[in-house]
């Protein structure tokens, strides 16, 4: 069964311009979360998607948004990008909000905002 | 605030002791626990999870969890060199999907 994917691996951006970063779930799987991991902060939550809507978020400014398609697909957006969002984006996929749900990591987008 | 937290390291050990990593969390509320080791410029790897007090063993691997103490921890036998890294601990909350982590502990094993 293949892993989770996302793209693109690597991103250079100038300050004020906006980012896309794609994410697909384990087949199956219909639960996607988002976090962003800097040496400062480690890995800090973003937001989490099942079965299309955004069912929590974390504590980040609201540059940062997202959404998932009914193919359980995820996108992120960050807009009017900032020198302090250069992180590594990851992306966590589970087949269930409930329970225990394991989540399983992406390979990550790196982002360079200069 | 729930927090997780880890000492950061780095944990030295040579090949083939025992590298006990450890963990605390503050949420009486969290009900799963997990490991995830990362390797320098890659994603976490979840390699244990743990929901009930005790040990659970899955080959050089054993987690144990107290809850009434609010530690976690990862012990690796005959550890290799090839598990250093640093290694998340993560905690989910009763009725919570999403996974608070901590800042990790970084594990060199010299040959």
């Known amino acids: 069964k293949a892993g989770v994917t996302q793209t693109p691996r690597y991103l250079i951006k100038t300050r004020g311009q906006q980012v896309t970063l794609s994410c697909s779930p384990i087949?199956?799987?219909?639960?996607v979360s988002w976090y962003q991991q800097t040496p400062g902060q480690g890995l800090q939550f973003l937001f989490e998607?099942?079965?299309?809507?955004?069912?929590n978020k974390g504590n980040f400014p609201g540059r940062f948004s997202g959404r998932q398609f009914s193919n359980s697909r995820s996108e992120m957006n960050v807009s009017t990008l900032e020198l302090g969002d250069s992180a590594l984006y990851l992306c966590?996929?589970?087949?269930?909000?409930?329970?225990?749900?394991?989540?399983?990591f992406g390979p990550g987008t790196r982002l360079t905002v200069l | 605030q729930k927090e997780v937290e880890q000492n950061s390291g780095p944990l030295s050990v040579p090949e083939g002791a025992i590298a006990s990593l450890n963990c605390t969390y503050s949420?009486?509320?969290?009900?799963?626990f997990f490991w995830y080791r990362q390797y320098s410029g890659k994603s976490p790897e979840l390699i244990m999870s743990?929901?009930?007090?005790g040990d659970k063993e899955d080959g050089r691997f054993t987690a144990q969890l107290n809850k009434a103490s609010q530690y976690v921890s990862l012990l690796i036998r005959d550890s290799q060199p090839s598990d250093s890294a640093t290694y998340l601990c993560?905690?989910?909350?009763?009725?919570?999907?999403?996974?608070?982590f901590g800042k990790g502990t970084m594990l060199l094993v010299s040959p």
């Open positions: 966590a996929s589970s087949n269930t909000l409930a329970g225990h749900n394991e989540q399983f």
């Open positions: 087949s199956g799987h219909r639960s």
């Open positions: 998607y099942f079965s299309e809507t955004q069912r």
């Open positions: 949420d009486r509320g969290s009900q799963s």
């Open positions: 743990i929901y009930s007090n």
């Open positions: 993560a905690v989910k909350r009763i009725g919570y999907s999403t996974l608070t």
